[in-house]
């Protein structure tokens, strides 16, 4: 198959959806947090305070998508970013590629990646499997619109992203309302993103409004300080998240009982959720995993010694958690 060059669409907002400025002004910032993240040199990156913390979540990511993707398979990669994981589908030989983001910056350097032109620093792939690049707001946009002719998708994946789509219900409907829509029956949906059960603990914990260590800090309001949070209303529970190299915005608690619900709304079932310290614990039973966690050099030897991530990441890593669901059925029709 011949590599394909690849241009960026821009997808327009919902004229129907109804936000007010406050939730777009926040999707904004997020935006344009993520697309002032400049490329970084390997040498930057090498010497980054979160190095072995970012390995350990490609690990991660590298399991799940060898634990699910198959050959020649179609992926939706939702908030795929700069295409830090066009690697990992190469290596599972996906067959088609669509990946979407809402930062200019981010989607232009996952075109860069894509087509091969990444600098003499980075390391040069050029990619045959075929792919799109839009960029836009997945929690807004009616996808199954726009990707009418791409779908039905195998696997949708959204990595470390899915926490931006809870700062209203309509936005948290619209992301699982398109991905529904976009898969095929049996298809799975896999990502990752922070657990809620662990950041409300930790604000508890914690004497005032803020916890943290050498490496990240989470802010929450003093509208919460009563620290309690109602199921009834569990959209919009806003915290400010700053981890070093690599976060400094705003983000939205989802309560993880309460996201399952949801998605079962959305023909979901739950095949696991796991805590990453859980997730690590488990999948380094498996030798193909431990000598992929070699390679990638995130816990040293990879015998569960931590001795290159520093206690302060694998703190962070205990704020994730990674997520397995199946659409159960057939694509359900959305509110026109
Ligand atoms: C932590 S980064 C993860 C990027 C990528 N998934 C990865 O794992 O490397 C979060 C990404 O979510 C994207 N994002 C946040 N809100 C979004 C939205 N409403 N629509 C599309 N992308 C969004 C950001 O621009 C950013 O690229």
């Known amino acids: 198959m011949q590599h394909q060059e690849l241009w960026i669409f821009h997808l327009d907002g919902d004229s129907h959806f109804l936000e007010d400025e406050t939730t ?35 690990w991660i990511k590298s399991v799940l998508i060898q634990l699910y993707a198959r050959r020649g398979d179609a992926v939706l990669d939702l908030a795929c970013g700069k295409g830090g994981d066009l690697i990992k589908w190469d290596k599972a030989k996906v067959g088609y590629y669509v990946g979407i983001d809402i930062a200019e910056g981010s989607i232009e350097d996952c075109r860069t990646r894509y087509n091969g032109d990444a600098d003499h620093h980075q390391r040069r792939k ?31 994946s959204c990595q470390f992203a899915l926490h931006y ?12 309302a398109n991905i529904s829509a976009l898969l095929r029956p049996g298809g799975i949906f896999i990502g990752t993103m922070p657990d809620a059960n662990v950041l409300i603990k930790k604000l508890r914990e914690a004497e005032g409004m803020s916890f943290g260590n050498s490496v990240y800090w989470v802010h929450f309001d003093e509208e919460f300080s009563e620290k309690k949070f109602k199921a009834s209303s569990p959209f919009g529970i806003k915290y400010k998240f700053h981890l070093e190299d690599a976060v400094d915005c705003p983000e939205w608690i989802v309560p993880f009982h309460l996201f399952k619900s949801l998605a079962e709304e959305y023909d979901f079932e739950l095949v696991f959720a796991k805590n ?6 488990e999948y380094m039973k498996k030798p193909e995993f431990v000598e992929l966690m070699r390679r990638l050099g995130a816990l040293g030897d990879g015998n569960q010694d931590h001795t290159t991530l520093s206690a302060d990441e694998w703190e962070v890593a205990y704020l994730y958690l990674a997520f397995v669901l199946r659409k159960v059925s057939s694509p359900i029709c959305l509110n026109e």
Not at 24 to 46: C, G, M, P, W
Not at 165 to 176: G, K, N, Q, V
């Open 165 to 176: 789509s809870w700062s209203t219900e309509a936005r948290a409907r619209r992301a699982l």
């Open 276 to 281: 990453s310290h859980e997730f690590v614990h």
């Open 24 to 58: 777009k002004i926040f999707a904004r910032k997020v935006a344009d947090h993520y697309s002032a993240r400049t490329n970084q040199t390997l040498e930057e990156r090498e010497a980054s305070p979160i190095i072995h913390l970012k390995k350990l979540n490609n």
């Open 126 to 156: 050029k990619f045959i499997f075929p792919a799109r690049l839009f960029c836009g707001d997945c929690y807004e946009v009616r996808l199954d619109k726009v990707l009418a002719n791409d779908a039905p998708f195998d696997i949708c």
